[in-house]
T-cell receptor
Framework: SQELEQSPQSLIVQEGKNLTINCTSS?????LYWYKQKYGEGLIFLMM?????EEKSHEKITAKLDEKKQQSSLHITASQPSHAGIYLC???????????FGKGTKLSVKP | GAVVSQHPSWVICKSGTSVKIECRSL??????MFWYRQFPKQSLMLMAT?????????EQGVEKDKFLINHASLTLSTLTVTSAHPEDSSFYIC???????????FGPGTRLTVL
């Protein structure tokens, strides 16, 4: 069974629009990581969240971890074509440091 | 869905020995495979990208003579940690892409402990 659910699977938005990607687990997340993959390239680390209620921002991307530490959202404000790619969440659900991953969200931004 | 396996799942070796880790795509042809390293409670670090039939591209700071990568076929890539030392102890994960998708499919990882 998939321990980390990521939604939506794919997303097409108009440039300038906001969007949200979710990552949900039935288990407590000891660490939640967001990555971006550009086509044909390796993962780029975006942000890590550990505390319930934590929120981090980098440029126009904001990630939050809920108080129960079972859900995280990645929000992009005023999307741009450079935001296009596959966004992947990874989580430590066993407090052993090893990550499991969601299936990714493919984001396309129409100019 | 696409499946990627890694072997072994864990290995313990003595300092100075070499260890080979295999990454296989079981039901698709992986034109590109990525090797990552993960330190405890830290993010993944991309080590190298390998395309079938060509030399791997290493990320800055990764010693290519120490971490030998071979991607000889469309279903197999190997990472050899040469002359391993305790500081090489880590969790190594591979991922593969291929076919008509850019989605990366991750292997389950290999935990390496160097004594």
């Amino acid at each position: 069974s998939q321990e980390l659910e990521q939604s939506p699977q794919s997303l097409i938005v108009q440039e300038g629009k906001n969007l949200t990607i979710n990552c949900t687990s039935s288990k407590t997340l000891y660490g939640l990581y967001w990555y971006k993959q550009k086509y044909g390239e390796g993962l780029i680390f975006l942000m890590m969240l550990q505390k319930g209620g934590e929120e981090k921002s980098h440029e126009k991307i904001t990630a939050k971890l809920d108080e129960k530490k079972q859900q995280s959202s990645l929000h992009i404000t005023a999307s741009q074509p450079s935001h296009a790619g596959i966004y992947l969440c990874g989580a430590d659900i066993r407090s052993q440091g090893n990550l499991i991953f969601g299936k990714g969200t493919k984001l396309s931004v129409k100019p | 869905g696409a499946v990627v396996s890694q072997h072994p799942s864990w290995v313990i070796c003595k300092s100075g020995t070499s260890v080979k880790i295999e990454c296989r795509s079981l039901d698709f042809q992986a034109t590109t495979m990525f090797w990552y390293r993960q330190f405890p409670k830290q993010s993944l670090m991309l080590m190298a990208t390998s395309n079938e039939g060509s030399k791997a591209t290493y990320e800055q700071g990764v010693e290519k003579d120490k971490f030998l990568i071979n991607h000889a076929s469309l279903t197999l890539s190997t990472l050899t940690v040469t002359s391993a030392h305790p500081e090489d102890s880590s969790f190594y994960i591979c991922s593969a892409t291929g076919g008509y998708t850019d989605t990366q499919y991750f292997g389950p990882g290999t935990r390496l402990t160097v004594l």
